[in-house]
Every structure is written in structure tokens, then in C-alpha cells.
């Protein structure tokens, strides 16, 4: 395999791994895997993750854009948590931290696109995503609903007004309360139902105008 015919194939993808390489080309993993470590070396590719590369800037055709790079580099997953939270405008700062969901094992990723992490559900859990256009890219993002349970659901301690204040939620409207309160049902968790309690009070005291924000 030669560095052109490389990118005579996948010259028109934002990503590529080792996996695709190798059935693309038939040649041995271990001498495709030398191969691209080489060209990364040099800064001829961009390594995402082990066996994970895109094109640096001068030779890239298509955009790559990190909210898919997510979904890719550790599957199965879909971004939730701080990340979906300010995508949606339910906290007020811009979270440049990629968090996502998986029913694997925990990881985190920096790479020269951005830093990407990934917590733990039961795949029980691995439910209220769904695929959004963002930036030209079908990505797999958690509901408003599951962005919050998601992220209650993995932060250690109880949720009580007091906490829920001091995150300074906004934007309650975007939030439906039915659906927030089936999708916490299905957790089975009194932490997580009494978490829900404590934002619809929010939720109400806001509409009425009576909380601090």
C-alpha cells in the first residue's frame, strides 16, 4: 500500500481505521498497522486513536467535524451529559469536553481535534438518543431528557434544589416533563426520581418567576 493509493480511496472520508484500511486493501494488519504509524509519525496522517486516523488539513477534502468523530472513536455511544446539555442551552457555558455515553468501558481520548470522553451506562440505559444534523453529519445525541438523567445519573450524590441551583440551569422549556419522568421510570433509581422532583420544581418556580437564576 502506497500513501497515494491511500488516499486515492478513502481521500473523500472525514476518518478511517485500521479495519477499513485492511479490508480494503488485503494486506497484513501488522504491516498496514507499521505503515500508518509511519505516516503518522511524520504528519502525513492524524492519529485519532490507536488504529484511528484522518488527513491533516492539507490534504483533507472533507470536513471533519468532532460532534461524528464521537460517535466513531469508541462504539457504541451517543454524546450526552455536559456536552449535550449546553448543545441544548440548559446551562449557560459552551462545554468544549466531547462527553458521550457507552455500554463499554470508560475512556478518554485527546487528540489534535478535541478531548472526548466516555462514562459507563448498564445497557439497560443505552436508550433516548437520536440522530441530529450537525455541522453537514448525522450524529447520535442524547434527548434534553436523557442529556440531564444521564448526567444526574453518573454524578455522584444526591441532586437537591440547593445542587440543582448552583448548576444554573435555563431554558426549562426545552425539556418535557412526561417524557423526563418516563425516561427516569425506566432507570429504577429513587436518587434519579427524586433528582427529577427537584427539576420540575425548578422548572415551575422559574415559569413563575420565582427562582434565582
Known sequence: MTYEALFERLGGQ????????????????????????????????????????????????????????????????????????????????????????????????ENPVGTFEYRHIKSGALFGYQGMEIDGATVQVATAEKALLDFWHLSAGPWTPERMAEMRFQNFDVVKPRRLVGQARRFRSPRLMAAVGAWNTMAREAEEGTVAL
Open 14 to 109: 472525514a476518518f478511517f481505521d485500521l479495519a477499513m484500511v485492511s479490508q480494503l486493501f488485503g494486506e497484513p494488519r501488522a504491516s498496514l498497522r507499521v505503515q500508518l504509524y509511519r505516516w503518522a509519525s511524520r504528519g502525513r496522517l492524524l492519529p485519532l486513536r490507536r488504529g484511528m486516523y484522518a488527513w491533516p488539513e492539507s490534504h483533507r477534502r472533507v470536513r471533519l467535524n468532532p460532534a461524528a468523530l464521537a460517535n466513531a472513536l469508541h462504539t457504541p455511544s451517543y454524546l450526552s451529559g455536559l456536552w449535550a446539555l449546553g448543545f441544548y442551552g440548559l446551562i449557560p457555558e459552551q462545554v468544549v469536553v466531547y462527553t458521550s455515553v457507552t455500554t463499554r468501558v470508560p475512556r478518554r481520548y
